[in-house]
């Protein structure tokens, strides 16, 4: 029974084939619509592009037969030949990053048996937002960079092709950094930060500024990122003391560890690299062998 059925199907495969090769080559069809088109929405006529009247259709048993595993996308209406939309067209699910996107039917008409080939370009509209992989682009950049260093950043992606993918950036106006926009070998779009004025911790410890990805659709798209700014510290700050000149007078009878004077100093930057100590350069032998200096209080 396996046998028979196998070549039975067989048979009928190469008659269908024959066929096709007999009427597929110049009843080929071509079609192109945009994506996301409403179901009922009409292609084009069948039956006109045909040239056979509508009531063959009918007669002839028209239908559309998709690939395997795949919903039908498109149907016939034998009332009036039209070509239509059967469900919803997602360019994106069905050809994700490929620039060209064609989906193919055959048509199939009885009596005789004739099998047209139908293919439908499926355009891209612009029904995706770029989109930043994190809502905060978190970035160091030392206090010492200098004007002109380049910070690359995240770069948006839209699933949408062509000039509905990202095209551009924007940044929020700041008085530290400009955008750079690079493009890479994919024909895609990235943004470098360079550094426009030089950032000072001690003036700024931070900047959170709104970085816009802009895609080329009508309308067009956008999708936004806070670019987080951590001024890293530099120890660029010397210890200062709050008197050029400490003068002290004790009497001679002083008891020891009374405090003669207390020196105070600040740093500006921040944890180690703010953290004073004190020493004495110069003091003379008699100095050194009365007086003791607290490193850590400035004590005298
Ligand atoms: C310095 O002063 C601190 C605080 O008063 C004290 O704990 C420490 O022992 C002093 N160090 C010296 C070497 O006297």
């Not at 064609?102 to 439908?120: G, V």
Request: glycine share 6%; proline share 3%; aromatic share 6%.
């Amino acid at each position: 029974m396996a046998h028979n059925g196998y070549s039975v199907a067989g048979l009928l495969y190469s008659v269908a084939f024959f066929l096709w090769m007999l009427h597929g080559s110049n009843g080929d069809m071509s079609y192109s619509i945009p994506e996301e088109m409403k179901p009922g929405s009409v292609i084009g006529n069948i039956a006109r592009d045909l040239g056979l009247n509508v009531g063959t259709l009918s007669a002839r048993k028209a239908r559309i037969d998709s690939d395997l595993n795949r919903k039908r996308s498109c149907d016939i209406n034998l009332n009036t030949g039209d070509l239509i939309v059967a469900e919803r067209i997602d360019r994106e699910a069905l050809c994700s990053e490929k620039t060209s996107c064609i989906l193919t039917f055959e048509l199939i008409l009885e009596a005789p048996l004739e099998l047209h080939r139908i293919s439908l370009q499926i355009r891209d509209i612009n029904d995706n937002p770029p989109v930043f992989i994190k809502d905060e682009i978190k970035m160091e950049i030392n206090e010492l960079a200098v004007k002109g260093s380049r910070f690359r950043v995240l770069e948006a992606h839209d699933v949408d092709i062509g000039q509905n993918a990202v095209q551009s950036y924007s940044l929020e106006t700041n008085s530290f950094l400009v955008l750079n926009i690079q493009s890479k070998l994919d024909g895609g779009k990235f943004a470098e930060l360079v550094l426009d004025k030089e950032l000072d911790r001690e003036e700024q410890r931070e900047l959170r500024l709104l970085l816009t990805a802009l895609d080329g659709g009508t309308p067009r798209r956008t999708g936004t990122a806070t670019v987080h700014v951590t001024v890293l510290d530099a120890n660029d700050n010397a210890p200062v003391f709050s008197q050029a000149v400490y003068k002290a007078i004790i009497p001679e009878n002083s008891p020891l560890d009374t405090v003669v004077v207390k020196v105070d100093a600040t740093d500006a930057d921040e944890g180690l690299n703010g953290a004073v100590t004190f020493e004495l350069s110069r003091i003379s032998e008699t100095g050194r062998r009365v007086f003791a200096l607290n490193h850590t209080t400035g004590e005298m």
